[in-house]
């Protein structure tokens, strides 16, 4: 069954369903894209491993997180006597590093291995404040910086945009597309393509060496064919609330009637 959404569907965004949904994302780039571009070139996906903090839960049987608590003292037997061992005073919810992956797929000429195109397809940990979005921003950088197109492929609504080209002024849509063009010396201008929920997503061009025309990522043909094979249709729950963030007024709007007509 396919998604109830034209282009994106913003229950992928469950942090229970993302990370499946970006890896399986990025091999599918990379084979739509080595289908129009071999042999002068190849794609290839790119996995980074980081660590990112994920706090414990506590199950629901036990007392909140965080408190002073009054609790019985245990008797535990020490060669035949009994010590009165008293209870921590205090329990809070610890914090471990846990692995992230990060997907991303890069164009390389086959016959130097250089990079010509790199793709990045934003994951929470690059739009989260703090370490992620630094060194996502970082890298960016240094990808404007050199000679390569650069494209980033954001499809989620939370978190901050590490573009400041899409952030100042801020851009009144829920998914945001840029392809960003290799010109020598000239200045780097991001072409942006702005999508909203009841909007297919766009046909990206990806700009290979200037003596070869762009080919055609059809992104939204991509994301609904990840849909159908990976059957999302069985795990996800379209009676639930969207995962956070909250929609935009006129997309809870047109979301509400959207379902409704479906059912």
Do not use: C
């Not at 569907?9 to 990379?30: M, Q, T």
């Not at 370490?131 to 050199?146: C, F, H, I, V, W």
């Not at 100042?168 to 000239?186: M, S, T």
Request: glycine share 6%; charged share 25%.
């Amino acid at each position: 069954m396919p998604s109830s959404f034209p282009g994106m569907d913003p229950y992928l965004e469950d942090p229970s369903i993302f990370p499946g949904f970006h890896h399986r994302l990025a091999d599918d780039l990379a084979d739509r894209l080595n289908a129009q571009i071999v042999p002068k070139y190849y794609a290839d996906v790119e996995v980074r491993t980081v660590l990112d903090e994920i706090s414990i839960a506590l199950p629901k049987t036990t007392l909140p997180d965080i408190g002073v608590y009054e609790r019985q003292p245990e008797l535990i037997g020490a060669g035949g006597l009994a010590v009165l061992i008293a209870p921590a005073p205090i329990e809070r919810v610890a914090s471990i590093p846990a692995e992230t992956r990060l997907f991303s797929v890069q164009v390389r000429e086959n016959e130097t291995g250089e990079i010509v195109t790199s793709i990045e397809i934003l994951s929470p940990y690059n739009k989260r404040r703090g370490e992620g979005l630094d060194e996502y921003r970082l890298k960016r950088r240094r990808a404007l910086s050199a000679l390569v197109h650069f494209v980033e492929i954001d499809l989620l609504r939370g978190g901050i945009r590490p573009g400041w080209e899409v952030e100042e002024p801020p851009l009144d849509a829920d998914y945001i597309l840029l392809v960003n063009r290799n010109r020598g010396n000239d200045a780097r201008i991001s072409e942006i393509w702005p999508v909203g929920l009841n909007e297919p997503l766009p046909t990206l061009p990806i700009p290979l060496l200037a003596s070869d025309p762009d080919v055609a990522l059809e992104l939204n043909t991509a994301v609904r064919e990840i849909y159908a094979r990976a059957r999302y249709d069985t795990r996800v729950d379209y009676r639930a609330a969207v995962p956070a963030p909250s929609l935009r007024p006129t997309m809870q709007r047109w979301m509400e009637q959207a379902l409704a007509s479906q059912r």
